[in-house]
């Protein structure tokens, strides 16, 4: 697809539960970050793939969250042992890191902890 | 460390109007791009505009320009001649380009331009 594509569009699951979160960017963007938005709330950066290295994963909260991008394309964000207030909208885009590098949105996976 | 600072939570416009929402930052690093970002109550985020540290001219896009004011660490957003379309959310993000390419957002200004 021309976009960044996020599935599951929603997910809603108990607490404790395992859940993963996929991305698919733009064909031939290299850099995928995910972010996590809370309602009312701007962005919180959560993690940074460049290739297929996370190059920052200083925004991840606790070792609960894990994400991987094995083949510099596709992207599963992991969350272990989920709460309630892991709920949110987590969003992934992708760059190409360019003279602007502007980010391209997804239109995100809402998950809600029960 | 990189700050964004947006300091209105919310912004009304009459439709036809000029607008200006808000947006200092913080960062030590002296290369950096300035961005603005829509989100419309469907939730998709639109890239508006860039502004590059090192750009001598202030971006500007159609209805939006960025006046950019490195000295005193601002960016706003001028929209000119609102819409109601233009009813969103507006959050103003910055990238260091040294270090990890990292981009923080603000926490958003809500805008409602008035028929």
């Known amino acids: 697809g021309a976009g960044v594509s996020q599935t599951p569009s929603n997910k809603v699951t108990e607490k404790g539960k395992y859940v993963e979160l996929r991305c698919d960017p733009i064909?031939?963007?290299?850099?995928l970050y995910w972010y996590r938005q809370s309602l009312g709330q701007g962005p919180e950066f959560l993690i940074y793939?460049?290739?297929?290295?996370?190059?920052?994963d200083s925004g991840l909260p606790n070792d609960r969250f894990f994400a991987v991008r094995p083949e510099g394309s596709v992207s599963t964000l992991k969350i272990q042992r989920t709460e309630r207030g892991d709920s949110a909208v987590y969003l992934c885009?992708?760059?190409?890191?360019?003279?602007?590098?502007?980010?391209?949105f997804g239109e995100g996976s809402r998950l809600t902890v029960l | 460390a990189q700050k964004i600072t947006q300091t209105q939570p919310g912004m009304f416009v009459q439709e036809k109007e000029a607008v200006t929402l808000d947006c200092t930052y913080d960062?030590?690093?002296?290369?950096?791009?300035l961005f603005w970002y829509k989100q419309p109550s469907s939730g998709e985020m639109i890239f508006l505009i860039y502004q590059g540290s090192y750009d001598q001219q202030n971006a500007t896009e159609g209805r939006y320009s960025l006046n950019f004011q490195k000295a005193r660490k601002s960016a706003n957003l001028v929209i000119s001649a609102s819409q109601l379309g233009d009813s969103a959310m507006y959050f103003c993000?910055?990238?260091?380009?040294?270090?990890?390419?990292?981009?923080?957002f603000g926490t958003g200004t809500r805008l409602k331009v008035l028929a």
């Open positions: 993000a910055m990238r260091e380009v040294s270090g990890t390419y990292k981009y923080i």
């Open positions: 960062t030590s690093d002296p290369s950096y791009g």
């Open positions: 885009a992708s760059s190409l890191l360019g003279h602007t590098g502007e980010l391209f």
């Open positions: 793939f460049q290739g297929t290295g996370a190059a920052d």
């Open positions: 064909s031939g963007h290299t850099a």
